[in-house]
């Protein structure tokens, strides 16, 4: 007996198998049958029981009632907000200029560009007469 883990890309799924292994005699190669024992819990890793069995009542009463501690209080939750929102001003503030920088580099290029061609064309007269 073997435990087989797949995953299941549809729905992002982990499930997990207890294969057992048989020689078929019939076509000469062995076997194996499977029955899924649950799914994986990507978080902890543990195996959650799926199926007409599903957990047992022992079971269900061991998992723990979840408490308020872990949750944010309102206005703890309006500070994280408002820092979000803070922080979000400040880099919309910095792209904008780092967009006017690319812009004033843009410009500076293409005036470059301009002088250059002046000076090609310059040198290229005074070849052409010299």
Aim: aromatic share 4%; proline share 4%.
């Amino acid at each position: 007996m073997a435990i087989i883990k797949q995953y299941h890309k549809d729905t992002d799924t982990t499930y997990v198998y207890e294969s057992v292994s048989y020689w078929d005699a019939e076509k000469g190669q062995s076997r194996s049958k499977r029955r899924v024992i649950g799914k994986l819990d990507p978080v902890t890793g543990e195996i959650i029981p799926t199926g007409k069995r599903g957990r047992t009542k022992q079971e269900k009463s061991e998992e723990p009632t979840p408490s308020n501690e872990n949750i944010p209080s309102t206005d703890d939750r309006e500070q994280k907000i408002l820092q979000l929102e803070l922080t979000i001003t400040s880099q919309n503030q910095k792209i904008k200029e780092l967009e006017n920088m690319v812009e004033m580099y843009r410009k500076t290029i293409d005036h470059i560009s301009t002088l250059s061609a002046k000076i090609r064309t310059e040198c290229s007269a005074l070849t052409d007469k010299g």
